[in-house]
């Protein structure tokens, strides 16, 4: 019910004065310290109290590869259990698991025009496979959208992050992709989004996202172009599949002066459950989490499977069912309960809260974009 | 009461649905999307056959808008997409005039309204690069109907205008025609092989469409319908919506084009050319030998015959303004729509026969086509068939 109270209050900031605003958007359904009413008895064994706080605040894993992962079989059924890949029904929910973002990332060296219809199939497969599992799954774009499907028991299906050459270069194919339910972009690959950062035609890219609600993906993108975005967009951006490089060196993981930024702009940094990024065990990946708190905060920090895509996890991590292992030893290394909430949950839904937020607000000020990439960068 | 006037109380009950109309890409080749530069508020006749007030002096009340991108582009799904977002942008531009429309109910729905249904059509299948998940991206962003080919061939399907390659539809062709009958997609025949219309009636369990083509027995040109192909729609339950092209209608017109391009060719231009020195030699010839001139009644005499043909319940308009340089006396831009049908009140079609022609069968035809999908979703999952797997390439 608190979610859904929560969109009354985000609807009613909508009918407001949206100019006079300073803050970019409203730190709605943040959860404090003060407000948090606890879930578990702080005498229990950690297990018993992770599973306690996960069927309150369940995790909203940023990245799985799914629908790909299925494309190989002839056949499947998720509801009854998938031996063959790390997701399915039975484990999501022995996992705890809420919402799930499913990616869209292409083979490398797709562009042009097979890097559009590619996406168009990838939203196609994604969609086809959510429909055949309609008691477990529930597609969602909105954050109203994720805490209704959970209020149904379903996870909630989120689409992206895609690859940023599935816009063709074209801010009219962005906005069509937003319509067949894109939620996420990585902003890489692409010559508006490079180690230069970005170009002027970036950064329309960036204003039409916040005006549609597509969030931004920063993980892999050139140090330029995350300042870049950081400093011009207006709702709050993540870090799709990044850890902390400090501990672990890894193109993709953040050193601590970005996830400082990151953190400061209220930006999202989702760990992935790698050995590559993380390293081999549970307390690797705990590790990055202590960090990542530490350095950006605790409403910084959230978490990435990243099944289904290839990668290998860590020990006691190897499919969707393990998180109460995780938050386990979260708990046993003394994270309070408020703080694991905001890990699993509360940081992806304030992100996607606050990209609905600007994108009702900046749809009443701006018209639709019809800059070219000729046009602004020639 | 002149016909003149009959036609206009007729089109305020019964308006026109019309299956084709070049609007986006007059306005992606012309301006690049810039709809300020081309507000069709305003009179546009300096620059388009359509703006929003020709629309209603012509009684639309549903328009096809088409999402045509060239055979030819590096990058047809990309173009595509942009093409449909045109639409959109108009659409949201002129709420009070355009109405997104999906369903048959949702035409009825914008004539209730008074305002013009606005649907979307693509006009070939390059548009799909081979690919029923894109085929289905295109059906989620509103498409409703597709002709299978353009001028050129496709891997899957023979062209009119094209050297045949397939003898028709190929295996995965009938997949594809299969997959727009599960989703309630229609079938677009113009432009498409006689051939290829002959397996796509074979092969579709829905009403099919020709979105603008007129009659071959009284215009040979490979762009107009055989009736042995009209005769069938009876029992395929679709329809032919006349088009008003000068060189698809009018015979003189066809030879006349045929010679110009002839002409073009001899002086090593390409037909299509609209170069300074492409266009000097066209105009030369066009000096020597006058523009033959199609009129009301050359479109009328293509009704007639289909009417003949394919009866009454089989017939609909589909002018192709903004996709043809020309356009017949009387029928010079989309405010024309009256003077066709009073010539065919003229002629002896009685007011229902013409409120068929203009809205009936073609909200009928919809409405089929989505009945039919229902049913097919019922029994059939989407189809992840390739065209590697159901078109073994030859040799």
Not at chain 1, 248 to 273: I, S, W, Y
Not at chain 1, 288 to 317: K, M
Not at chain 2, 61 to 74: C, E, F, I, K, L
Request: hydrophobic share 40%; glycine share 8%; net charge negative.
């Amino acid at each position: 019910m608190a979610d859904l109270q929560d969109d009354l209050r985000t609807d009613a900031a909508a009918a407001g004065e949206f100019d006079e605003r300073t803050e970019p958007y409203p730190d709605e359904g943040v959860v404090t310290a003060e407000s948090y009413e606890p879930v578990s008895d702080p005498d229990d064994a950690p297990m018993t109290r992770a599973r306690a706080i996960l069927a309150a605040h369940p995790v909203a894993d940023g990245y799985n590869g799914l629908p790909w992962a299925l494309k190989r079989l002839p056949w499947y059924d998720l509801e009854d259990g998938e031996s063959t890949v790390d997701t399915d029904v039975p484990r999501l929910r022995s996992g705890h698991v809420g919402a799930l973002f499913w990616s869209l990332h292409l083979p490398e060296g797709l562009d042009g025009d097979r890097a559009v219809g590619a996406t168009l199939e990838q939203l196609d497969l994604a969609k086809t496979v959510a429909r055949a599992c309609e008691e477990g799954l529930r597609p969602a774009c909105t954050a109203g959208q994720v805490a209704d499907a959970r209020n149904r028991g379903r996870v909630a299906v989120l689409l992206g992050p895609a690859g940023a050459p599935a816009l063709g270069d074209s801010l009219g194919i962005l906005r069509q992709l937003h319509l067949l339910g894109l939620r996420v972009l990585t902003l890489t690959g692409v010559s508006w989004a490079s180690e230069e950062g970005l170009t002027r035609f970036g950064e329309e890219v960036v204003r039409e996202m916040n005006r549609l609600g597509v969030i931004a993906d920063l993980s892999g993108a050139s140090t330029q172009t995350l300042r870049r975005v950081l400093s011009l967009s207006r709702a709050p951006v993540l870090c799709s599949r990044s850890a902390a490089r400090s501990l672990r060196p890894h193109p993709a993981n953040l050193p601590d002066d970005l996830l400082a930024e990151l953190g400061a702009a209220k930006g999202l940094c989702l760990v992935p459950l790698t050995a590559e990024q993380t390293g081999p065990t549970v307390r690797d990946v705990a590790d990055h989490l202590d960090h990542i708190r530490a350095v950006a905060g605790a409403h910084c920090v959230g978490l990435s499977g990243t099944y289904d895509s290839g990668a290998a996890h860590p020990q006691e991590l190897g499919d969707t069912s393990c998180y109460p292992r995780l938050v386990a030893e979260l708990l046993r290394r003394g994270w309070d309960e408020p703080d694991v909430a905001l890990l699993t949950w509360g940081n992806v839904q304030r992100v996607l809260r606050g990209a609905d937020f600007t994108a009702r607000a900046a749809q009443q000020r701006r018209e639709p974009s019809t800059a070219t990439i000729s046009e602004l960068d020639g | 009461m002149t016909s003149q006037e009959a036609v206009r109380e007729l089109l305020r009950e019964f308006p026109v649905v019309d299956g084709h109309n070049d609007l986006p890409w007059a306005l992606r080749e012309q301006v690049r999307y810039d709809l300020d530069a081309r507000d069709i508020a305003t009179d546009q006749s300096a620059h388009l056959h359509t703006d929003i007030p020709r629309l209603r002096a012509g009684g639309v009340g549903a328009q096809y808008w088409s999402v045509y991108v060239r055979t030819d582009a590096p990058d047809p799904v990309a173009a595509t997409l942009e093409q449909i977002d045109c639409v959109r942008q108009l659409l949201t531009r002129h709420p009070e005039d355009l109405r997104p429309a999906l369903t048959a109910a949702d035409m009825e729905a914008a004539r209730g309204e008074g305002r013009i249904a606005s649907l979307m059509g693509a006009e070939g299948g390059h548009s799909i690069a081979n690919s029923l998940g894109t085929l289905r991206g295109l059906y989620g962003l509103g498409v409703r109907y597709m002709t299978l080919t353009h001028n050129d061939n496709v891997d899957w399907a023979d062209s009119a205008t094209d050297q045949p390659r397939a003898g028709g539809l190929t295996a995965f062709g009938r997949e594809v025609v299969r997959e727009m009958n599960r989703l309630g997609m229609l079938v677009d025949l113009s432009h498409v092989a006689a051939t290829t219309m002959r397996d796509a009636l074979d092969a579709s369990s829905a009403p099919v469409i020709f979105s603008h083509s007129s009659a071959r027995a009284v215009c040979d040109h490979p762009r107009n319908v055989p009736d042995d192909v009209l005769e069938r729609l009876p029992a395929n339950g679709g329809m032919a919506m006349v088009t008003f092209v000068p060189k698809f209608v009018l015979q003189a017109a066809v030879d006349w084009t045929a010679a110009a391009d002839e002409n073009m060719r001899v002086h090593g231009f390409h037909p299509l050319d609209t170069t300074a020195e492409a266009m000097k030699v066209h105009r030369a010839f066009e000096e020597r030998h006058p523009r033959p001139v199609a009129t009301v009644s050359t479109v009328a005499d293509h009704l007639d015959h289909m009417r003949e043909a394919a009866g009454i319940d089989h017939l609909g308009i589909g002018g192709d303004y903004d996709g043809t340089a020309f356009t017949p006396d009387g029928l010079a831009d989309v405010s024309g729509y009256p003077n066709l049908l009073a010539e065919l009140l003229d002629r002896g079609w009685s007011k229902a026969d013409l409120a068929k022609l203009t809205w009936k069968n073609a909200v009928r035809v919809l409405d089929a086509a989505e009945d039919v999908a229902r049913g097919l979703q019922a029994t059939r999952s989407p189809s992840n068939a390739t065209i590697g797997s159901l078109d073994t390439p030859a040799g």
